[in-house]
């Protein structure tokens, strides 16, 4: 095994003692960083991911400029369905366009198991990239069953999610059939991970804030459930993530986490009080905070880290992903914050 388990990342997701509070930020990787938006110059998303060249480089971009206490591996959540078999693409300022939205019980044909065989370029890359970080732990991640579904049933980003939750509503059968092969992939490409090195996963489950939490804990919770059992003996700590997801922190506790992440909605002391005593916290400053001048900044992530303090374990991050407009200079110095606040 090749868990970094006294790194301050692993250790907090263990709920255990920490030198400082460590800190990631979701979407470090990307367009926010220079040195990102040149090396993607002519690249498409897609094949940036297939080339372990690239996704070595770019992973370790954020780690070496802001100092964070994990990198996250350079990917998308739709590339595992696209080694499965669908035709999709990632459009710059759209996000993942499925060709062939899957509808009905003829499209799920086109959707076949992964096997570990099918995403070599996950495992060269992870491999690479395990012996540059040396002491800073690596996270694998996937997306979930039900944000994975939003985009193959819609064929692309939604708003209202109405395709996706008349089939969930108006066709059971059909929707468990597609999540419960979406959990199979997600779970062979955790473990794909897992294999080749990553200190911890996470389960982006952005998009299951669109549900009632009974809806979720009918729907959802089985497959995401199925996915993060599946990594019991894996021994790396698991994340799940989602967005505007208060009513839902409970449920995502339950569905097998180690450690909940929370959007800016939720202060971290009450989120802990929905999740429970036993699991850690991940967030959850509001990106949109960095644009508000250090000054705000500042107070609102000492709030922050007090209300972390609620948790067993506490995992500094934003509430969702780095907005590309955001000036790379302030998250720098939000990193050397946070470990400043926190630092015994
Ligand atoms: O966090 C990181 O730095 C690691 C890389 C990462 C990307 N996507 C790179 C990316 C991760 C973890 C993701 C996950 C992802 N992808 C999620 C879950 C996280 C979340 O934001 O809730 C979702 C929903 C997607 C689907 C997706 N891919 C969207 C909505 C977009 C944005 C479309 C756009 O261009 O505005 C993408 C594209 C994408 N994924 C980019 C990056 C760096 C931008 C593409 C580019 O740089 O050309």
């Known amino acids: 095994m090749t868990v970094l388990e006294d790194s301050p990342?692993?250790?907090?997701?263990?709920?255990?003692?920490?030198?400082?509070?460590?800190?990631?930020?979701?979407?470090?990787a990307g367009r926010s960083l220079p040195?990102?938006?040149?090396?993607?110059?002519?690249?498409?998303?897609?094949?940036?991911c297939r080339r372990p060249d690239l996704v070595t480089e770019i992973t370790l971009q954020p780690v070496r400029r802001h100092g964070v206490d994990a990198a996250i591996l350079f990917s998308?959540?739709?590339?595992?369905?696209?080694?499965?078999?669908?035709?999709?693409?990632?459009?710059?300022?759209?996000g993942?366009?499925?060709a062939e939205p899957i509808r009905a019980e003829a499209d799920l044909e086109r959707l076949r198991p992964l096997a570990a065989g099918d995403v070599d370029f996950v495992s060269e890359s992870v491999k690479l990239l395990v012996a540059e970080l040396g002491s800073t732990p690596l996270i694998g991640f996937a997306g979930a069953p039900f944000t994975l579904a939003s985009y193959l049933i819609e064929g692309g980003p939604s708003r209202t999610y109405l395709k996706t939750k008349a089939m969930m509503y108006g066709a059971p059968e059909l929707w468990n059939a597609l999540l419960g092969r979406l959990a199979e992939i997600t779970s062979t490409f955790l473990r794909v991970q897992v294999d080749a090195g990553v200190?911890?996963?996470?389960?982006?489950?952005?998009w299951a804030g669109a549900l009632s939490e009974a809806d979720y804990r009918r729907y959802v919770m089985p497959h995401s459930a199925a996915v993060l059992r599946s990594l019991l003996d894996a021994g790396v700590p698991r994340i799940h993530f989602g967005v505007n997801t208060t009513v839902l922190l409970e449920a995502m506790g339950e569905a097998g986490a180690d450690v909940v992440g929370v959007d800016w909605r939720t202060p971290l002391d009450d989120a802990t009080r929905r999740i429970g005593p036993d699991r850690a916290v991940q967030g959850n400053l509001d990106p949109a905070m960095l644009?508000?001048?250090?000054?705000?900044?500042?107070?609102?992530?000492?709030?922050?880290?007090?209300?972390?303090?609620?948790?067993?374990?506490?995992?500094?991050?934003?509430?969702?992903g780095v907005m590309p407009e955001t000036d790379p200079e302030i998250l720098t110095r939000l990193v050397a914050l946070v470990h400043e606040v926190s630092g015994t």
């Open 9 to 28: 990342f692993v250790r907090a997701c263990r709920g255990r003692s920490v030198p400082h509070t460590p800190v990631w930020f979701m979407r470090q």
């Open 35 to 48: 040195e990102y938006r040149k090396i993607r110059e002519g690249v498409g998303m897609l094949e940036s």
């Open 76 to 94: 998308d959540i739709v590339v595992p369905i696209a080694a499965a078999g669908v035709d999709l693409d990632i459009v710059a300022g759209t």
């Open 96 to 98: 993942p366009v499925v």
């Open 199 to 206: 200190s911890a996963v996470q389960l982006f489950d952005s």
């Open 291 to 320: 644009f508000a001048g250090w000054e705000t900044v500042e107070r609102e992530t000492r709030r922050v880290l007090a209300q972390g303090k609620a948790a067993p374990g506490h995992v500094f991050n934003l509430g969702h």
